[in-house]
């Protein structure tokens, strides 16, 4: 993988590599890396876990072995994230199209609906750019709420919990989250563990992160 830095306007971050799945840590590695230069530590998480998906998606419909190109830039409190590849085919119908976003689009497109301040899609040379951008100024919170999106949206599909829309709050996101906390009371239970006592530390754990 080779990277190349630019100065411009703004903090600006190229990133070539090769859409295998070996890259994928090396690909988190760099984001990290450069985030943290940037002063933007808050938003490592979250930036991780939206280039993991997009990359992985070009692997899944462009094609393993597709070169593909990540683009960083910070300006006026948002990080913009763009991933191009060589693909023409849009993941959906237009770009930034929150509410159209369903199954056909991928865990990927369901996290930037989730975790992004905007997002959407653009015709870039011989193919296409998927970006999106996220907030600068928020902490930790966000980011775990994203982790959660991920894993409930495994959950629902492996409980046949089904819904039309992807919403950020909803009934059945609010049943589903009930469900698998349930799940891993039974869990916590049958590894000889205390239940209540996880449920202490885990209602801590939240208190501390909204009083961050």
Same mark, same amino acid.
């Given at each position: 993988?080779?990277?190349?830095?630019?100065?411009?306007?703004?903090?600006?971050?190229?990133? $070539?590599?090769?859409? @295998?799945?070996?890259?994928?840590?090396?690909?988190?590695? %760099?984001?990290?890396?450069? !985030?943290?230069?940037?002063?933007?530590?808050?938003?490592?998480?979250?930036?991780?876990? &939206?280039?993991?998906?997009?990359?992985?998606?070009?692997?899944?419909?462009?094609?393993?072995?597709?070169?593909?190109?990540?683009? !960083?830039?910070?300006?006026?409190? /948002?990080?913009? @994230?763009?991933?191009?590849?060589?693909? $023409?085919?849009?993941?959906?119908?237009?770009?930034?199209?929150?509410?159209?976003?369903?199954?056909?689009?991928?865990?990927?497109?369901?996290?930037?609906?989730?975790?992004?301040?905007?997002?959407?899609?653009?015709?870039?040379? $011989?193919?296409?750019? &998927?970006?999106?951008?996220?907030?600068? @100024?928020?902490?930790?919170?966000?980011?775990? %709420?994203? /982790?959660?999106?991920?894993?409930?949206?495994?959950?629902?599909?492996?409980?046949?919990?089904?819904?039309?829309?992807?919403?950020?709050?909803?009934?059945?996101?609010?049943?589903?989250?009930?469900?698998?906390?349930?799940?891993?009371?039974?869990?916590?239970?049958?590894?000889?563990?205390? $239940?209540?006592?996880?449920?202490?530390?885990?209602?801590?754990?939240?208190?501390?992160?909204?009083?961050?």
């Amino acid at each position: 993988m080779t990277f190349s830095e630019e100065s411009g306007s703004g903090l600006r971050c190229v990133l $070539p590599f090769e859409a @295998v799945p070996g890259e994928l840590t090396l690909l988190r590695r %760099a984001v990290r890396s450069t !985030l943290v230069q940037w002063g933007a530590r808050q938003a490592v998480d979250q930036a991780e876990l &939206v280039v993991t998906e997009l990359a992985t998606n070009v692997i899944k419909h462009v094609g393993e072995g597709a070169p593909a190109t990540l683009v !960083l830039e910070a300006f006026g409190g /948002r990080l913009h @994230v763009e991933l191009h590849d060589k693909s $023409p085919v849009m993941p959906v119908p237009g770009a930034g199209q929150l509410g159209s976003c369903d199954a056909e689009c991928g865990r990927g497109l369901h996290l930037l609906a989730a975790m992004s301040a905007d997002w959407g899609t653009l015709v870039s040379g $011989p193919g296409k750019a &998927v970006w999106c951008e996220l907030s600068l @100024v928020a902490d930790a919170v966000l980011a775990r %709420a994203g /982790r959660a999106s991920l894993v409930l949206q495994g959950y629902r599909e492996l409980v046949g919990i089904r819904s039309a829309v992807w919403p950020v709050r909803s009934k059945v996101n609010q049943e589903a989250a009930t469900a698998l906390i349930a799940d891993l009371l039974v869990w916590l239970a049958l590894q000889g563990d205390d $239940p209540d006592d996880v449920l202490a530390r885990a209602q801590h754990l939240y208190e501390a992160g909204e009083a961050a």
